[in-house]
């Protein structure tokens, strides 16, 4: 007999698994746990695999203004474009990282001509250059 009362004969990593990973009633948050990890794993692959040209195009795009514009205003396009064909995709996220996006959903509607004539300036410009 152990410490904890067991005397089953098994393991302590087995009755650990058992009732503790495999358990009915905590396998949904183990579940979810194990999604946060295979989320964190493929990040960390994505930017071990592209994070040079990440930073290439990150750099490329801030330190030129046309290219900063360009990546605002097809920001705010898109998530109003997508804010008003799914709502609940933008909506349900109004704070933090994702809540820029929902800000420039906000941005595209509320201010819909001065984004659509500064679409056209910067494709104007952009033909033009």
Same mark, same amino acid.
């Given at each position: 007999?152990?410490?904890?009362?067991?005397? #089953?004969?098994?393991?302590?990593?087995? $009755?650990?698994? $058992?009732?503790?990973? %495999?358990?009915?009633?905590?396998?949904?948050?183990?579940?979810?746990?194990?999604?946060?990890?295979?989320?964190?794993?493929?990040?960390?692959?994505?930017? #071990?695999?592209?994070?040079?040209?990440? +930073?290439?195009?990150?750099?490329?795009?801030?330190?030129?203004?046309?290219?900063?514009? %360009?990546?605002?205003?097809?920001?705010?396009?898109?998530?109003?474009?997508?804010?008003?064909?799914?709502?609940?995709?933008?909506? $349900?996220?109004?704070?933090?990282?994702?809540?820029?996006?929902?800000?420039?959903? $906000?941005?595209?509607?509320? %201010?819909?001509?001065?984004?659509? +004539?500064?679409?056209?300036?910067?494709?104007?410009?952009? +033909?033009?250059?």
């Amino acid at each position: 007999m152990d410490k904890a009362g067991h005397n #089953d004969g098994s393991w302590a990593i087995t $009755r650990f698994f $058992r009732e503790e990973v %495999l358990h009915p009633q905590k396998i949904g948050s183990n579940v979810g746990v194990l999604y946060g990890v295979g989320v964190f794993a493929g990040v960390v692959y994505f930017l #071990d695999k592209y994070g040079e040209l990440l +930073i290439q195009w990150f750099h490329t795009a801030l330190f030129n203004f046309q290219s900063l514009m %360009l990546v605002v205003l097809l920001t705010i396009c898109t998530c109003t474009y997508l804010r008003a064909q799914a709502p609940s995709l933008v909506d $349900r996220n109004k704070t933090g990282f994702v809540g820029l996006f929902w800000k420039a959903a $906000r941005i595209g509607e509320r %201010l819909s001509p001065y984004v659509s +004539i500064a679409c056209f300036v910067m494709a104007f410009q952009l +033909i033009m250059h």
